[in-house]
Nanobody, 119 residues
């Protein structure tokens, strides 16, 4: 089995920064893409940023230029550096990964970490 554990959320004022981490553990053969999603109250979960195993990344238009996704393959960890935070970024942030545990590739989610941006 594979576990994803997020950390780094919290309360920050508008204009501030936070760095989220997502550590994967378990029976991992290889981690393919990793991504960050978020879900605000009353809204659907949305993709924030994603990164391939080779380091190619893409972002939601709403966070381009403010957020940066990265990963450390040796540590099976992904990061989301969030700068210039806005109240609209308030949400629960979830880590997602496609992980090969052998011949099977599964999709896994973390438990989520709350990010609250005050105005």
């Amino acid at each position: 089995q594979v576990q994803l554990v997020e950390s780094g959320g919290g309360l920050v004022q508008a204009g501030g920064s936070l760095r989220l981490s997502c550590a994967a553990s378990g029976s991992i053969f290889r981690i393919n893409s990793m991504a960050w999603y978020r879900q605000a109250p009353g809204k659907l979960r949305e993709l924030v940023a994603a990164i391939t195993s080779g380091g190619v990344s893409n972002y939601a238009d709403s966070v381009k230029g403010r957020f940066t996704i990265s990963r450390d393959n040796a540590k099976n960890t992904a990061y989301l550096q969030m700068n210039s935070l806005e109240p609209g970024d308030t949400a629960v942030y979830y880590c997602n990964a496609f992980v090969a545990t052998g011949v099977i590739v599964g999709n896994y989610w973390g438990q989520g970490t709350q990010v609250t941006v005050s105005s």
